[in-house]
């Protein structure tokens, strides 16, 4: 069992938003600015999307967006496309002992 | 463009050791970065193993903790993990990522806050514990 908690699926059509939810506590989301996204198309190497809740690495379009309410952290993906689809996966900084944990990740399909 | 490559053995036995190599390009591994390993089991989340910065300084995961050692190799560019003792629950596609730690501000006392996060991954490499 994950140390954060997301949904397992997640769908929309192209041009839609979706939002893909990680629920943790107030050890580790809900303690910390510092949530990080990633996505993974199959059998490629995880790239980071998101870090410290809001911020996007360069080259990552805007469509891509990151935000947080108490213990719960979401990534919002607008205007969908076929090549969003991939897993995402959330993850928190814990405290010292624990410098991150993350979610059971998330399978979005682009319908 | 920083990139990372896994190498190890696929299959290790139960009870042995299991050790696997990432090499580094893009970037020194004397950097001021921290080196971590990701691993995914089968049908479940990612778990952080541990992390380690080139001066010595390491943390671990305190699951996996007595049975986890890190390493650097600064001449080759490259670190290393080793997980003892393993079993069937160890079985996972590990990940080597680079680790960034940094100052976001500082409380009232002049202590660091930080911020973490991986920003460059390797693609991983499946490690089966069977005998």
């Known amino acids: 069992q994950s140390a954060l908690t997301q949904p397992p699926s997640a769908s929309g059509s192209p041009g839609q938003s979706v939002t893909i939810s990680c629920t943790g506590t107030s050890s580790d989301v809900g303690g910390f600015n510092s949530v990080s996204w990633y996505q993974r198309h199959p059998g490629k190497a995880p790239k980071l999307i998101v870090y410290?809740?809001?911020k996007r690495p360069s080259g990552v379009p805007d469509r891509f967006s990151g935000s947080k309410s108490g213990n719960t952290a979401s990534l919002t993906v607008s205007g969908l496309q076929a090549d969003d689809e991939a897993d995402y996966f959330c993850?928190?900084?814990?405290?010292?002992?624990?410098?991150?944990?993350f979610g059971g990740g998330t399978k979005l399909t682009v319908l | 463009q920083v990139q990372l490559q896994e190498s190890g053995p696929g299959l290790v036995k139960p009870s042995e050791t299991l050790s696997l190599t990432c090499a580094v390009s893009g970037d020194s591994i004397s950097s001021d970065y921290f080196w971590g390993w990701v691993r995914q089991p089968p049908g479940k989340g990612l778990e952080w193993i541990g992390s380690i910065h080139h001066s010595g300084g390491t943390y671990s995961n305190a699951s996996l903790k007595s049975r986890v050692t890190l390493s650097t190799d600064t001449s080759k560019s490259q670190f290393s993990l080793k997980l003892s003792s393993v079993t069937a629950a160890d079985t996972a596609v590990y990940y080597c990522?680079?680790?960034?730690?940094?100052?976001?501000?500082?409380?009232?006392?002049?202590?660091?806050?930080?911020?973490?996060?991986?920003?460059?991954w390797g693609q991983g490499t499946l490690v089966t514990v069977s005998s």
């Open positions: 993850s928190s900084y814990a405290g010292s002992d624990n410098l991150a944990v």
């Open positions: 990522a680079r680790h960034v730690r940094v100052v976001t501000s500082r409380s009232k006392l002049g202590l660091p806050r930080r911020t973490y996060y991986f920003d460059y």
């Open positions: 410290d809740v809001t």
